[in-house]
């Protein structure tokens, strides 16, 4: 059985689709003196909401909430619908811990045993 929908239904679908994803997200892109939300993330680059992408381009922050992910050198955008785009130049995954500047015994002892 086949469905068929008129435009402004579907229009209406779509919007109500991009809301609930933009509730439900917890992404966020931050250019050093604002924030936006974002869609998606993937390898390569992310998406936001075309009405509300700003002209990014350098480095910005992306957060998942309060958690820092990454830090990134935007490069390109380009809009695909109702949605904007943009592609990383570099994308630089946030440590949590400082580097260690030795190499770690994969045998060594977790703790010490007195006697």
Known sequence: METHFSP???????KARMQDAMKKNR??????????SVLKIWED???MLAGSAPPLRGFVDLFDGA???????VIHSEPD??????????NTVVLTDAPKDYAEDANAPVALIAK
């Open 27 to 36: 992404l966020r892109v931050f250019d050093g003196s604002s924030e936006y």
């Open 81 to 90: 619908g109702e949605v904007m785009n943009y592609e990383f130049k570099r």
């Open 8 to 14: 402004e239904v579907m229009a209406g679908l779509q």
């Open 67 to 73: 958690r820092h992910l990454s830090q990134c050198l």
């Open 45 to 47: 680059g992310f998406s």
